[in-house]
């Protein structure tokens, strides 16, 4: 048994576990280079090997996300660039800012002037004139509200302009009621400088409160 342990030992094989008290000394009776230093160094070599695949592991992971971190930061480019490239063009506005009352009947037909702005996107409506004037050509959508407060009876007529031609209308001068209401709605192309606004018809008034009863609103749909 001897003859072979000595025989194993000059081929450099280790019979043991090598933090064995017995390995060490059997190593040490080999007067070579240790089995036990060449079993540490192979103990050693496998957890080196363990760790780098695990770094590559990591480094597979780092690269997946660089790559989607990328991918996110296009997506970011291009919502902006769609965003900075489309205008934006929208307003909503009541006819009083304060107080109440009619307003009207006027001898002749005027623009309603709505002072109560409550956005104003892209500045393209005149609370001064009641004027919207397109700066932009494309598809609109527009709304417009009417009420009236009167004794004996109603008598309201407006109408939805663009430029000098009539879009729409809303009309109330027969009723049993004195409190009426309406609306009326269009969707329109305009090009730059087409002008837009709501019409109190000659001899009509309308009513309007801190309730805002009466408002104007429009967007932009798409240019074109």
């Known amino acids: 048994m001897k003859k ?8 450099g094989f280790c019979l043991s576990d090598p933090g064995t008290d017995e390995n060490h000394r059997v190593c040490q009776t080999a007067g070579s280079a240790s089995c036990c ?16 695949e695990k770094v590559v592991n990591m480094a597979e992971k780092i690269t997946f996300l660089e790559t989607r971190l990328q991918n ?5 480019l291009e919502l902006r660039s769609l ?7 929208a307003f909503s506005a009541a006819l009083r800012d304060s107080g109440s009352g009619n307003i009207g009947p006027f001898t002749t037909a005027t623009p309603l002037q ?3 702005v409550f956005s104003n996107t892209g500045n393209s409506y005149n609370p001064s004139t009641g004027i919207f ?6 598809m ?11 004794t004996p009876a109603p ?6 302009m663009k430029n000098n031609e009539r879009l729409t209308s809303v009309w109330d001068t027969a009723a049993s009621d004195v409190h009426d209401s309406g609306s009326n709605a269009v969707v329109i192309s305009l090009k730059v400088g087409d002008n837009v606004f709501v019409q109190l018809e000659p001899n009509r008034a309308v009513y309007d409160d801190g309730m805002h009863y009466n408002t104007f609103s429009g967007f932009l749909l798409f240019p074109m």
């Open 4 to 11: 072979i342990v000595i025989l194993m030992l000059a081929f």
């Open 37 to 52: 230093d060449i079993c540490s160094l192979t103990s050693v070599t496998q957890k080196v090997g363990e760790l780098g």
């Open 72 to 76: 996110a930061e296009k997506e970011v």
């Open 83 to 89: 965003t900075a490239g489309s205008p934006q063009v």
């Open 114 to 116: 709505y002072k109560k």
């Open 133 to 138: 004037t397109a700066t932009v050509s494309g």
């Open 140 to 150: 609109f959508f527009f709304r417009f509200s009417m009420f009236n407060n009167m």
């Open 155 to 160: 008598n309201s007529v407006v109408s939805l």
